[in-house]
């Protein structure tokens, strides 16, 4: 089951979209047909409020980098909900983070700060001796 692109705030205040994709099951017929009227939209709405609820207790490195745990929480979150209606989730996966586009130019002028602080070239400088055998050998 999709659940689709929410709008969240992280918990380091940015903005970003975020979609995911449940897998479940039901395992009692009868509760998911007696407990809840719509076994499917009500799973549907509890996916959506956790994904919500997750992403905001989480910051943007976090999310980025820690997707497992991430997918974890969520589906442990959803299965305790939807157990009373015979329904398990078996798995819970972040589909795609869209950050703002204000952030991912951020993000890239950051990344490209990071690189003009490395060292160009991890060679050593030639001294004048090698400079002068070089430019004989390219004019023979």
Same mark, same amino acid.
């Given at each position: 089951?999709?659940?689709? !692109?929410?709008?969240? #705030?992280?918990?380091? $205040?940015?903005?970003?979209?975020?979609? /995911?994709?449940?897998?479940? %099951?039901? &395992?009692?017929?009868?509760? !998911?047909?007696?407990? #809840?009227?719509?076994? $499917?939209?009500?799973?549907?709405?509890? /996916?959506?409020?956790?994904? %919500?609820? &997750?992403?905001?207790?989480?910051?943007?490195?976090? #999310?980025?980098?820690?997707?497992?745990?991430?997918?974890?929480?969520?589906?442990?979150?959803?299965?305790?909900?939807?157990?009373?209606?015979?329904?398990?989730?078996?798995?819970?996966?972040?589909?795609?983070?869209?950050?703002?586009?204000?952030?991912?130019?951020?993000?890239?002028?950051?990344?490209?700060?990071?690189?003009?602080?490395?060292?160009?070239?991890?060679?050593?400088?030639?001294?004048?001796?090698?400079?002068?055998?070089?430019?004989?050998?390219?004019?023979?």
């Amino acid at each position: 089951m999709p659940i689709q !692109s929410q709008g969240n #705030i992280t918990r380091d $205040n940015v903005s970003v979209d975020v979609s /995911a994709v449940a897998y479940f %099951r039901v &395992v009692d017929a009868v509760n !998911s047909v007696i407990a #809840i009227e719509n076994v $499917n939209a009500a799973t549907n709405q509890v /996916a959506q409020t956790t994904l %919500r609820e &997750v992403v905001g207790q989480h910051t943007l490195d976090e #999310i980025l980098a820690e997707t497992d745990r991430i997918n974890l929480d969520i589906r442990q979150i959803l299965d305790g909900s939807t157990l009373d209606w015979g329904v398990e989730v078996t798995l819970v996966e972040l589909k795609d983070v869209q950050l703002p586009d204000t952030m991912k130019r951020a993000m890239a002028r950051q990344a490209e700060a990071e690189r003009e602080k490395r060292p160009r070239s991890s060679t050593p400088k030639a001294s004048p001796s090698q400079r002068r055998r070089w430019a004989m050998r390219r004019t023979r």
